[in-house]
């Protein structure tokens, strides 16, 4: 089955622990995203990736830092989490370097940050 | 950032009746797109629009890409309980994503 997988779903952490949220497809696409959504304000472009090490900043990067080092898996970094970073975040993938449009997203992993 | 508008926030409707929806932009964009959100799961797209003046049908589904480049709406016709969830409008520029706020749709049976 097409799919992209998050993980963790959930996660509850303390300000300042590092941590790490995975993000696999197996479509073989080469376009992948992270977004954050939160309430009133729709989903925000975090990181995108246009193919195996080509990352580009969005329009929310600050706080964040991904790798892409094989073309399945786009993770998600936050070396030191802080309460504002508290969200749902979303990982999505489409076939070409140029977005697609026709973009799958992930199940979402929602973060607490205290 | 770029900023999209969408209106309404929120709708409330009957079933069988059309919805509008509609989202407009500061900045040009290259393509139009409108998702829906179920609680608790991803966006999944529903119509994608790639030039300025496309009229696009998906089953009850009917969006346009405003001739500026700057707007799109989204019109759905005799709604059904499962028209439930949050509609997203975005716009692609430069391999970028930009969502707007979202429409939260209730049809009442």
């Known amino acids: 089955e097409a799919q992209v997988t998050q993980n963790p779903r959930y996660l509850i952490t303390v300000t300042g622990k590092k941590l790490t949220v995975t993000c696999s497809q197996n479509m073989n696409h080469e376009y992948m995203s992270w977004y954050r959504q939160d309430p009133g304000l729709g989903l925000r472009q975090i990181y995108y990736s246009m193919n195996v090490e080509v990352t580009d900043k969005g329009d929310v990067p600050e706080g964040y830092k991904v790798s892409r080092k094989e073309k399945r898996n786009f993770p998600l970094i936050l070396e030191s989490p802080s309460p504002n970073q508290t969200s749902l975040y979303f990982c999505?993938?489409?076939?070409?370097?140029?977005?697609?449009?026709?973009?799958?997203f992930g199940p979402g992993t929602r973060l607490t940050v205290t | 950032g770029q900023q999209l508008n969408q209106s309404p926030q929120s709708m409330f409707i009957q079933e069988g009746e059309d919805v509008s929806m509609n989202c407009t932009s500061s900045s040009i964009f290259n393509t139009w797109l409108w998702y829906k959100q179920d609680p608790g799961e991803g966006p999944v797209l529903l119509i994608a629009l790639y030039k300025a003046g496309e009229l696009t049908s998906n089953g009850r589904l009917t969006a346009q890409f405003g001739i500026t480049r700057k707007d799109s709406f989204l019109n759905i016709s005799a709604s059904i309980p499962s028209d439930v969830g949050i509609y997203f409008c975005?716009?692609?520029?430069?391999?970028?994503?930009?969502f707007g706020t979202g429409t939260s749709l209730t049809v009442i049976p």
């Open positions: 975005a716009g692609n520029y430069i391999n970028q994503f930009y």
């Open positions: 999505a993938s489409s076939l070409s370097p140029s977005g697609s449009y026709e973009q799958y």
